[in-house]
């Protein structure tokens, strides 16, 4: 088992940034590739970033367009989605999730572990 808590969401103005952080508990954090997920109200859970095990390969959804930066600490097990350039449609609540591979994907059905989320409002 693998727990998975998010957090560093909140309330940002449009060109803001925000950090999230995702802390893993459970079985050693290096054995698992990490992603990034986010899910805006109405709409289906979509795929953002994800990393590798070792964190030196990264995939990123075609809408990031640079303003996302995903990075992972293998020693506090904790995986990070750097947002900069806040859009009004980066709202959503953000996800994190664990794949028991080496390799991200940006499937969701890969994940074996989800977070409960970590909510993001961003306004004018």
């Known amino acids: 088992q693998v727990q998975l808590v998010e957090s560093g969401g909140g309330s940002v103005q449009t060109g803001g940034s925000l950090r999230l952080s995702c802390a893993a508990s459970g079985r050693a954090f290096s054995n698992y590739a990490m992603g990034w997920f986010r899910q805006a109200p109405g709409k289906e859970r979509e795929f953002v970033a994800a990393i590798s095990r070792s964190g030196d390969i990264a995939n990123y959804a075609d809408f990031v367009q640079g303003r996302f930066s995903i990075s992972r600490d293998n020693v506090d097990n904790i995986v990070y989605l750097q947002i900069f350039s806040l859009e009004f449609e980066d709202t959503a609540v953000y996800y994190c999730?664990?794949?028991?591979?080496?390799?991200?994907?940006?499937?969701?059905?890969?994940?074996?572990?989800w977070g409960r989320g970590t909510p993001v409002t961003v306004s004018s």
């Open positions: 999730a664990a794949r028991p591979d080496y390799s991200p994907s940006s499937y969701a059905g890969d994940y074996q572990y």
